[in-house]
């Protein structure tokens, strides 16, 4: 089995893969949500290709199958989820993480290819020449996510709820770009 890493367009047989590989990694447990899917679809297409940075990329086995995706774009003030996260955690956190930051914003590795490196391989690949100076992101608490991201040398931020009675979820957060003396 081989597979490679590619840049995604937005549309087309390949963009549809991304959205179903998508679809069938989140409507497992823990999420179990069914639509997914159609909202991925609809932010990337309606709002998020807009934004700076936008970058979608996959794993594409050699058979032309997607099975794996990851998008993110360049955050900033005004957009949703970088405002919620930079109104709950401090003054030194927004300038440390959230000033210059690359925000990963979903990733999805089809279940018979979780654990194989797949999602590692997306994600480096998400982050590879981002000018940014950090990346950040958020992943459910009771999800194995987290653990890939700690791999990937990412470091829990805080941990929230977007919802009043929603899942708590881990924000974490990656120095991109260091200069070998910083720390």
């Known amino acids: 089995m081989t597979w490679a890493i590619e840049p995604l367009p937005v549309d087309g047989a390949l963009f549809e893969g991304a959205i179903a590989v998508y679809g069938e990694a989140f409507t497992r447990p823990p999420y179990s949500d069914p639509d997914r899917g159609r909202e991925v679809r ?46 709950r955690v401090s003054r030194a956190d927004r300038e440390r993480w959230f000033s210059d930051s690359y925000e990963v914003v979903e990733v999805a590795v089809a279940p018979a290819f979780q654990s194989l490196g797949v999602g590692w391989a997306v994600v480096t690949a998400l982050l590879e020449g981002r000018p940014e100076s950090t990346a950040v992101l958020s992943t459910r608490t009771d999800s194995r996510a987290h653990i890939l991201y700690g791999r990937l040398g990412f470091q829990v931020i805080t941990e929230m709820r977007f919802a009043l009675n929603g899942y708590p979820f881990y924000v974490m957060g990656k120095r991109l770009n260091l200069d070998p003396g910083a720390t």
């Open 42 to 87: 609809k932010r990337i297409r309606e709002q998020h290709l807009q934004r700076a940075g936008f970058r979608l990329v996959g794993a594409v086995h050699d058979d032309q199958r997607v099975i794996a995706m990851a998008y993110g774009y360049h955050g900033a003030g005004g957009q949703w989820w970088h405002d919620t996260v930079c109104a």
